[in-house]
């Protein structure tokens, strides 16, 4: 995907991990995420709808994502209403070279979302409840995979590396925090 190639060459000029954008398709409005925190890469794409449908894609190297959706075809092609309600065929391959075409080319401040926001969109992070970060806490034998995972995802690498060197965990709060990290 072309775009997201040059999104992440002006991303590492800023320098930021993490853009948030808008694509229509048809009258479907999604939130994406484009984060280079993980790896691979993860673009996520949430219909802005009434009951959200979520859908995540790992970007492989050269800006690749699958466009087999396998299970998943049904549900994206319900949410645009093709097929037998629209009398169109849908095609993932024209859906992702329309995604590819309105992903920005140049990055932005402005267009970082906060952790809380990030928890919002993906609907793959444990404990979407809890999206504010509270406070550290040894806990156990030290943080869980999920919880590495969660603190990668909505605080970046340096949130993740301090939570592995101190072997705490991050806890997460329901309501808003005045958290060192927000």
């Known amino acids: 995907m072309a775009g ?11 320098p930021v991990d993490i853009q948030q954008f808008r694509f229509e398709a048809g009258a479907v409005e999604f939130a994406c995420l484009f984060s280079v925190r993980e ?8 219909s802005r709808t009434r009951t959200p449908v979520f859908f995540r894609f790992d970007v492989q190297r050269g800006y690749r994502i699958d466009v087999y959706l396998g299970e998943r075809y049904r549900d994206l092609r319900d949410l645009l209403f093709v097929d037998g309600r629209s009398g169109k065929a849908f095609e993932p391959t024209t859906f992702f070279a329309e995604l590819d075409r309105a992903i920005p080319r140049t990055a932005r401040t402005a ?12 609907h793959d992070i444990e404990e979407r409840d809890r999206p504010w970060f ?11 995979r999920r919880n590495l995972a969660k603190t990668l995802a909505l605080l970046g690498q340096e949130a993740r590396d301090f939570s592995v060197e ?11 925090t005045r958290g060192l990290w927000q």
């Open 4 to 14: 997201l190639r040059a999104l992440h060459a002006s991303m590492r000029g800023l």
């Open 166 to 176: 101190a072997n705490k965990s991050s806890i997460w709060s329901a309501v808003p």
């Open 111 to 122: 267009a970082v979302p906060t952790a809380a926001a990030i928890a919002q969109l993906r």
């Open 134 to 144: 509270d406070r550290w806490e040894q806990r156990g034998s030290g943080p869980s």
């Open 39 to 46: 790896a691979p890469f993860v673009l996520t794409l949430t």
